[in-house]
């Protein structure tokens, strides 16, 4: 039976629950350092002179620095495996959390908080490349989707965490609060420790002896590489070349929802109380309010972990820029409304927009061959955070220049394209095997496809 059955279709086990954590582990890292910076800035802007440029800047750095640490630990994950990568980002978490304590000027905080950024972004593409190719089939789909409540779970742990320090730390409370992330940090590379390498990663590589041993040391001493499904792709196809091959498409389509996705959500999150006082949300509304939508921003991420295979990755990605879009619209129409309505309509689009949310993680794991699957990941957080830092920056001068009014109907529109572009591009992959959901050959392939070239490369 050993050598007839598919890993893919074991049940869990021990393991694959303990991967799950040191994976998700990296997301609650990476929401709690993104979040961070938006409870002390007004603080930090006071005790370091920072003006409306440095601000939306320091705001900013983490997603530049995302947009290099996707592109190199999407590269160096596929070439030097997931392993070795694994234990990067907890490292820079840790050594430049613990720098900022000390900083003194606006330009340092910046470095520091984009190192943090280069380290978010080695985090995307290795701990998800990990994860999908370890994890059944029927649980592939929620498993990465439950990474992206880890997320929303770090963003409120700052949050929460970071007004208690803010209200009893005095004036440099914010040193104490984006020094906070090195004992988490620390905390993930120890529960790291021990993590194996990905036996797929392996056999592309020709090591068959190490990825046999991975596979009995993670699924049982009856099961061997015979039971993982041969893939279909050589593993001499460059990443430029199986673009060219029909992956192209692909490659858009992850890159523009995901870029339309959080584009409004960083760029409105990193400057909640700001946009929250615009709304004249203010004081103690203001202070539970910044709380409450972080946690519905939870709550509509595990909402939308439990209907990724009922309803469908597709389905799922539409109804979510639907209803979220529509939420953006109506803040920016009711902006003058009650404190109640505001903040109704802010909750609606924290739990609207949970299913984009965690499809930005599914879906490049699941559509891509195992040869450039971190890679792919890597280049759409990238990507996606080239506009997500500029929305993030431009934040403090559309509230000035432009009103809260038009901030909200451009986050709107950006969020609403995501719809259209989903509408055109978006696949099926729900149920599918990851060899099948990853082929240009799926009956279920929503792109056009150009087998033709991956055969005669072959």
């Not at 340092?108 to 908080?113: A, C, N």
């Not at 592939?140 to 970071?162: D, E, H, K, N, Q």
């Not at 572009?421 to 149920?431: F, V, Y």
Request: proline share 3%.
């Amino acid at each position: 039976m050993s050598k007839t059955i598919s890993i893919e279709d074991l049940p869990l086990n021990r393991f694959h629950n303990l991967l799950t954590v040191r994976s998700a582990g990296g997301s609650f890292v990476d929401g709690y350092v993104l979040s961070i910076i938006g409870i002390a800035m007004s603080q930090i802007a006071s005790a370091l002179g920072l003006d409306v440029f440095w601000q939306g800047m320091i705001a900013a750095s983490a997603l530049i620095g995302i947009f290099f640490g996707g592109f190199i630990g999407g590269l160096l994950t596929d070439r030097l495996g997931r392993r070795r990568l694994y234990f990067v980002g907890p490292t820079l978490f840790f050594l430049f959390s613990l720098l900022q304590f000390w900083v003194e000027s606006g330009s340092l905080l910046f470095f520091y908080r984009f190192m943090m950024g280069v380290a978010v972004g080695i985090e995307y593409p290795v701990a998800t490349a990990y994860l999908v190719e370890f994890l059944p089939r029927q649980y592939r789909g929620p498993r990465l989707a439950g990474v992206t409540i880890m997320w929303f779970s770090g963003a409120a742990a700052a949050y929460i965490i970071g007004e208690i320090l803010l209200n009893y730390g005095g004036a440099d409370a914010w040193r104490v609060i984006l020094a906070s992330s090195a004992v988490i940090g620390l905390a993930l590379f120890c529960i790291r420790l021990g993590t194996p390498e990905s036996p797929r990663w392996l056999l592309r590589k020709g090591r068959r002896a190490e990825a046999e041993q991975v596979i009995k040391h993670a699924f049982g001493h009856q099961y061997g590489i015979q039971n993982l499904p041969p893939e279909p792709v050589n593993n001499t196809l460059s990443f430029i070349s199986l673009l060219h091959a029909g992956y192209g498409k692909r490659m858009a389509f992850i890159t523009l929802f995901w870029t339309c996705c959080i584009v409004p959500l960083f760029a409105v999150y990193a400057f909640v109380p700001r946009v929250l006082e615009a709304l004249h949300v203010q004081g103690q509304w203001a202070s539970l309010g910044s709380v409450t939508i972080t946690l519905l921003f939870v709550v509509g991420c595990i909402v939308a972990t439990c209907s990724v295979n009922r309803l469908g990755r597709r389905s799922l990605l539409l109804h979510s820029f639907f209803w979220s879009g529509l939420a953006l619209l109506l803040l920016g129409w009711q902006h003058d409304s009650s404190s109640a309505v505001i903040l109704m309509l802010f909750g609606a689009y924290a739990l609207f927009i949970g299913g984009a949310q965690v499809l930005t993680l599914v879906y490049p794991n699941e559509i891509f061959p195992t040869e450039i699957r971190a890679c792919a990941v890597g280049v759409g957080t990238s990507v996606s955070r080239i506009g997500a830092a500029i929305g993030t920056w431009l934040v403090p001068l559309s509230l000035q220049d432009l009103g809260i009014e038009k901030t909200m109907y451009i986050a709107a529109a950006v969020t609403l394209l995501g719809l259209a572009i989903s509408w055109l591009m978006a696949p099926e992959t729900n149920q599918l095997d990851l060899n099948d959901a990853a082929s240009l050959e799926s009956n279920n392939d929503a792109f056009v496809s150009n087998t033709e070239v991956i055969r005669e490369r072959n």
